[in-house]
């Protein structure tokens, strides 16, 4: 069987041409008029709602219990239990994500910076001064973390098809929540690239467990040695919970089977955003001079706050997810807290589309709005969400960004001389090849 | 803080005053305080130099707002707010208003339009009107207590003056006495330094959110009691760094004019909620719901109109966008110039003055270098070149 390939599966086209244009270029604007005219629009005829203001995306994402996510369906085809984002606020949710902000720890910010430093380094030094960035640098970048760190390895024939499973499998989740056989069989596919990676090394890391402790902040401390490592203190009766602690493994605990699931949530939910926003920030840089001025300035004064405040409001300008999903649980009303007349009725189990895109674009609240300014206040982004659901990776993904951002400005990252290699090549929403020209020699000294 | 010599300065107090304005006066005074803000820069009171903030509003019953299961306000006199602040005692600041003559002109103009009001003079009079109709602030903030208006003019000179003689180093490095004489002559200048104008805007919130109907009184107890708890750490506002001042005053009525014995009395009673800030007001209450949701609900939550059980700062927004009135005449001291900036340029001069007390005398050009990188690195995230 041929391996899975996503840019085989969206072969360059016509169709590839018009699903770029329609979701890049038309989609945006039609939301841009939106936001100004019906910031809250029940469809006609459909069972839709699109939500563009940006008060009301935020009062969405405010009221989990009225808004639910609707993924159930989703997971169920990519046999995905207990997916932090397709869960309600219920105690379910609240045991995966605690367990899954102590194993993935905000500790860890520096081991992840000291992987994508280096192997960012050590590819732009080897490489001779031209580069497909996406292929290239990001990938190899975002897959070694996922080796080095989570404790995944991929072995070399799976690269690719582990890499573009994951990018399918989100583009499924975030495509909404209509399922066809057709759109599921895809999804299927997807998967199966991406699973028995994760089975293979959940399977190896419990072997290997020996139950000796790893050391903190070691390049063998990854996220799956720590889970089968770890113990943790529970009530030996359950029945009194302030009763004789006992000391557990974190296994009996936080299941495998939550565990497995969890993995996949933070690699579903990294290697496709991670890949996209580093293109479409680079993008961003490439066409706007402002914006590649403050963040060369940010990395030559060694800032890092300018640095991925930069990085933030390049992302906002050139966001990465058109659509999220929610659905409400009977009869609503949006606008609470405002005097009545400016509210708006949504009927029961409607499916509201959000766009944190059109959002940040909002005039009412985001002065001067396509204009780069790194410096407006934080509150104008929503890049990794707001509230409920808020994004569990966004230390890694900055920590990430930050350091890509870095190296590759510090080795002066330009558009190539060569016509032929500026146009980005798109697979889906995806940036797929991306061609830049940078300085060798630098990239050898920073090695 | 200590000001510069060790003195301890009074700190500053928020004088809050709110009049009746009866109803055939409330569009005079509106068009009055719109021509004041159009054609005045309100240059007498900014020559007295004792006022940071202040602003005149006038709000009318029926702009109040009125959310589901309020009663409707009745006809009845509009509201004339007037809030500002002051170091030093009461009596003194209000003598000036009456006793300078350009101010006492516009205070007759701006309170001519409140239900008798005495004018400014006799001063007696003037001060027991004041008096009767100021409201007790629950909750009071001010970024830099104890600076007065004329400490931050001469902080902000100070910081101006030695950026310049920073900057103005010459290429070739001076000897120790070319260095001894640019030193004295900048201490000399400094005090004729201008006071730079800023670059950053300023907002300027008031809003009166109804707390309940005026029948009831649990929900402002308990309010009124929970702000004054709070009152000696108003550190919640410290932790927005946007604030440069902010009051919280429970409004149970609107005080009718001494002798008016049939006033309309207000159908709720109020929060009114002031605030002098940088930059915009909708990332104020955002930062205010960040670092303190507790608080916000605590004051806010039982409010009418305020979302049932709604937890996010977007409820926060929009309820005190509801209850928002646009400033009518609303007067800085200084105008465009931050709370970092003024902070920093206080502390700036305190370790200036401090040095210069120290070194009592001109210090060497290594003993300067070392003082301006330190100062650099401070207040200016590095770039001290030294000598
Ligand atoms: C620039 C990169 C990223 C962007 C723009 C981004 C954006 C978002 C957004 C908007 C949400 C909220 C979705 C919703 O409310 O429906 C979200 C949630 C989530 N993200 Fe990210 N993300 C990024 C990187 C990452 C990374 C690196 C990881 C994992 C390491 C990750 C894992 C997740 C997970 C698991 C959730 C669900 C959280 C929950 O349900 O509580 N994301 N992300």
Redesign the pocket.
């Known amino acids: 069987m041929a391996e899975y390939s996503l840019a085989d599966l969206n072969p360059a086209g016509m169709k590839q041409n018009l699903t770029f244009l329609a979701l890049n270029n038309v989609l945006p604007r039609v939301l841009g008029i939106l936001t100004k005219v019906a910031p809250v629009w029940n469809v006609p005829g459909t069972n839709i709602t699109l939500v563009t203001g940006f008060d009301e995306v935020q009062e969405v994402?405010s009221r989990q219990l009225d808004f639910e996510?609707p993924y159930e369906e989703h997971v169920e085809v990519l046999e995905w239990d207990n997916f932090?984002?397709a869960m309600q606020d219920t105690n379910r949710y609240h045991h995966v994500?605690r367990n899954i902000m102590a194993l993935?720890k905000s500790d860890d910010v520096q081991q992840i910076a000291d992987i994508a430093r280096e192997t960012a380094t050590e590819i732009l030094a080897g490489e001779n001064g031209t580069i497909d960035l996406i292929q290239e640098l990001v990938k190899p970048v975002l897959l070694a973390i996922v080796e080095q760190y989570y404790g995944v390895p991929v072995p070399a024939e799976k690269r690719q098809p582990f890499f573009d499973g994951n990018l399918a499998g989100s583009g499924f989740v975030f495509s909404g929540p209509k399922i066809s056989e057709k759109k599921a069989e895809a999804a299927r596919a997807a998967v199966a690239a991406v699973w028995p990676v994760i089975d293979a090394a959940m399977n190896d890391a419990r072997g290997r467990h020996a139950g000796a402790a790893a050391e903190p902040g070691a390049r063998g401390d990854t996220v799956l040695d720590r889970y089968y490592q770890a113990e943790i203190e529970v009530p030996t009766d359950p029945t009194d919970p302030d009763g004789p602690q006992s000391r557990v493994p974190l296994a009996e605990h936080f299941t495998e089977a939550e565990m497995r699931s969890s993995m996949m949530?933070?690699i579903g939910?990294?290697l496709p955003?991670?890949t996209n926003?580093a293109g479409r920030i680079m993008q961003t840089l490439l066409t706007d001079s402002e914006a590649m001025s403050y963040l060369r300035r940010a990395v030559s004064d060694g800032d890092d706050d300018a640095l991925l405040q930069g990085i933030h409001e390049a992302?906002r300008l050139n966001y990465?997810?058109p659509l999220?999903w929610r659905r409400s649980a009977g009869n609503q009303r949006l606008g609470e807290g405002r005097l009545p007349g400016n509210q708006y009725e949504i009927g029961g189990n409607r499916i509201l589309a959000i766009s944190?895109q059109a959002a940040m674009f909002d005039r009412r609240r985001v002065s001067d709005p396509k204009t780069f300014d790194a410096n407006r206040p934080s509150g104008d982004s929503m890049?990794?969400?707001h509230r409920f659901?808020?994004?569990?990776?966004?230390l890694?993904?900055d920590t990430i960004?930050t350091e890509l951002f870095r190296v590759v400005l510090k080795c002066d990252a330009r558009q190539p001389p060569d016509e032929s290699l500026r146009d980005i090549r798109w697979v889906g929403m995806y940036p797929w090849n991306m061609w830049i020209d940078y300085q060798r020699s630098a990239a050898r000294d920073l090695a | 803080m200590t000001g510069s010599g060790g003195v301890r300065k009074m700190r500053s107090a928020p004088l809050t005053v709110i009049t009746p304005v009866p109803k055939a006066k409330s569009f005079p005074a509106r068009l009055f305080l719109a021509y004041m803000r159009r054609f005045s820069i309100l240059q007498e009171v900014r020559d007295l130099k004792f006022i940071h903030f202040a602003r005149w509003q006038r709000i009318t019953r029926s702009s109040l707002p009125t959310f589901k299961d309020q009663p409707a306000e009745e006809d009845g006199d509009d509201l004339f707010v007037f809030s500002t602040n002051f170091n030093g005692p009461w009596n003194q600041y209000i003598d000036t208003f009456s006793r300078v003559d350009q101010i006492r002109k516009g205070i007759k103009w701006l309170w001519w339009f409140s239900d008798r009001f005495p004018g400014p003079v006799p001063i007696r009079n003037f001060k027991s009107y004041i008096n009767y109709h100021t409201y007790d602030e629950q909750l009071y903030y001010d970024a830099y207590p104890d600076a007065t208006v004329r400490d931050i003019a001469a902080a902000l000179s100070v910081a101006e003056g030695l950026r310049q003689f920073i900057e103005s180093r010459p290429a070739a490095a001076p000897s120790e006495q070319q260095f001894a004489d640019r030193y004295l002559a900048f201490l000399q200048g400094m005090a004729n330094t201008a006071v730079p104008e800023g670059s950053d805007d300023q907002s300027f919130l008031t809003a009166m959110c109804p707390i309940e109907p005026a029948a009831s009184g649990a929900v402002t107890r308990r309010i009124r009691r929970y702000l004054e708890g709070r009152s000696s750490e108003p550190d919640i506002f410290a932790d927005c760094p946007m604030v440069h001042m902010a009051r919280l005053v429970v409004v149970d009525d609107l005080r009718p004019a001494l002798g008016n014995s049939t006033a309309e009395s207000l159908s709720s009673r109020y929060l009114l909620f002031i605030v002098e800030l940088d930059g915009n007001i909708d990332d104020f209450l955002d930062r205010l719901y960040d670092v303190a949701p507790d608080f916000v609900h605590a004051v806010w939550g039982d409010c009418v109109g305020f979302p049932t059980d709604r937890k996010g700062p977007v409820f926060f927004r929009r309820y005190i966008e509801s209850c928002s009135f646009k400033p009518n005449l609303p007067f800085a001291a200084f105008p465009k110039v931050s709370v970092s900036t003024i902070t920093s340029a206080l502390e700036l001069r305190d370790d200036l003055m401090n040095k210069v007390e120290e070194w009592c005398g001109p210090p060497s050009r290594d003993a300067w270098s070392d003082f301006e990188a330190s100062l650099c690195n401070q207040y200016a995230g590095g770039g001290a070149r030294g000598y």
């Open positions: 994402f996510v932090v984002l994500h993935w949530a933070m939910g990294y955003t991670d926003a992302l990465i997810i999220l944190l890049i990794y969400g659901h808020y994004c569990v990776g966004s890694i993904s960004l």
